[in-house]
């Protein structure tokens, strides 16, 4: 596609419960990156993936979240047990050599 | 840990003024430098970068920003901004072998008309 698209583009849902949240990169790039964005913050790092390399997960805050990609294509990052704190921005970037951005899924825990 | 200062929260700023956004970051290795825009309601651009070479940087829309690597800065500026210029700035640094970006908070500009 021309660009990074993420969906949903926004997701409401109760403290608690699962969210799925997808990406899909521009074809051909080889890196992947997801970043949350809190209100009033940058964008925090969670997790890197390189091709068929084991995915650099160090900016994961907690045990609830994860994410995975097939290859080089899309890729989804899961929270468990949604908390409050877990609302943000959340912003995916593909790679060659610069980052493109997504429009970001907007989450709000209830 | 790496980190990026962005020394002003907001900026406030009549047409035709000039601009500087001050950016400072801790690596003291090789980086990759970047300033993105997040216009309203928009996704996040890249407005210019910095790897190599020239260190003053040429980007769009009439911005550039100037590598000085003894102050570890990189500053945004544009000469005569535009009340489309108002959006949030952030910088960002990409240094050693880390693959991720690390982003300022950010610098809200608005311009007036």
């Known amino acids: 596609g021309a660009g990074v698209s993420q969906s949903p583009s926004n997701k409401v849902t109760e403290k608690g419960k699962d969210v799925e949240l997808r990406c899909d990169p521009i074809?051909?790039?080889?890196?992947l990156y997801w970043y949350r964005q809190r209100l009033g913050q940058g964008l925090e790092f969670l997790i890197y993936f390189q091709g068929n390399s084991a995915p650099d997960k160090s900016g994961l805050p907690s045990d609830r979240f994860s994410a995975e990609r097939t290859g080089e294509s899309v890729s989804t990052l899961t929270i468990q047990r949604t908390q409050q704190e877990d609302s943000a921005v959340y912003l995916c970037?593909?790679?060659?050599?610069?980052?493109?951005f997504g429009p970001g899924t907007r989450l709000t825990v209830l | 840990a790496q980190s990026v200062s962005q020394h002003n929260h907001h900026v406030i700023l009549s047409e035709a003024a000039s601009l500087e956004l001050g950016c400072n970051y801790s690596y003291g290795g090789t980086v990759n430098l970047f300033w993105y825009v997040q216009y309203p309601g928009q996704h996040l651009q890249l407005l210019l970068k910095y790897f190599s070479g020239d260190p003053l940087v040429k980007g769009i829309k009439g911005f550039e920003a100037e590598f000085i690597k003894s102050k570890f800065s990189f500053n945004l500026r544009k000469p005569s901004v535009q009340w489309s210029d108002t959006a949030e700035y952030f910088c960002?640094?990409?240094?050693?072998?880390?693959?991720?970006?690390?982003f300022g908070k950010g610098t809200k500009l608005s311009v007036k008309p």
């Open positions: 074809s051909g790039h080889t890196a």
């Open positions: 960002a640094v990409k240094g050693g072998s880390q693959g991720n970006l690390i």
């Open positions: 970037a593909s790679s060659f050599a610069e980052q493109f």
